[in-house]
């Protein structure tokens, strides 16, 4: 069963909203999880990552003050789209190590549409 | 910085084939992982190879990797319908459990 899990599935906002997605890791804990975001018929790109207690590392070019990355416990984190635009609609998708050695493990995806 | 190359990026084969995913990296990774990604879904792991000369294979998809050479592939045999979907490799940053994804291989297998 899935071990990551990721809400909402999908989400439609209205631009200049802000909406929060939610990453849980279900019966492991993760001191650090990874937020990655699909454009269509594109590759996944690691936008930031998120580690417990302590602020996220971001990667060059994604706005730490749009993409707001809360981890505060070990088994959740949160991403927050700030002021929410039609070009940050996308494909976002966490992931958390389990282990050294199995797959990392990925949500579910939520898709987010700004209209 | 870690680059991830695949190619074919397009893949249309006829049912019964076999064919070949290659993946390149461009630094020393220590793991390579393989996804499958079907319409509007997201990530299926597939397998993930820790060391050189790795193989490991389930059903009809087999995976290989060579750290000398920066490369894994993906190997189809006898390729069904059902394995129609986009395939991606990703190899592991050298610190944490951050991946660099390739670009992706969509697969259409025809009848």
């Known amino acids: 069963g899935a071990v990551v899990s990721q809400h909402p599935s999908w989400v439609i906002c209205k631009s200049g909203t802000s909406v929060k997605i939610e990453c849980r890791s279900l019966d492991f804990q993760a001191t650090t999880m990874f937020w990655y975001r699909q454009f269509p018929k594109q590759s996944l790109m690691l936008m930031a990552t998120s580690n417990e207690g302590s602020k996220a590392t971001y990667e060059q070019g994604v706005e730490k003050d749009k993409f707001l990355i809360n981890h505060a416990s070990l088994t959740l984190s949160t991403l927050t789209v700030t002021s929410a635009h039609p070009e940050d609609s996308s494909f976002y998708i966490c992931?958390?190590?389990?282990?050294?050695?199995?797959?990392?493990?990925f949500g579910n995806g939520t898709r987010l549409t700004v209209t | 910085e870690l680059k991830v190359e695949q190619n074919p990026l397009f893949l249309s084969m006829q049912e019964g084939k076999n064919y070949t995913i290659y993946c390149n990296y461009s630094t020393t990774s220590d793991r390579l992982y393989w996804y499958r990604q079907d319409p509007g879904k997201s990530l299926e792991s597939l397998f993930v190879l820790l060391s050189n000369g790795a193989v490991k294979q389930e059903g009809r998809l087999m995976a290989s990797l060579d750290t000398k050479a920066r490369l894994s592939t993906l190997h189809i045999t006898a390729a069904v319908h059902d394995l129609s979907a986009t395939y991606f490799c990703?190899?592991?940053?050298?610190?944490?459990?951050?991946?660099?994804f390739g670009k992706g291989t969509s697969l259409l297998v025809t009848p």
């Open positions: 990703a190899a592991l940053r050298d610190s944490g459990y951050a991946l660099n």
């Open positions: 992931s958390a190590p389990r282990d050294g050695y199995s797959p990392l493990h």
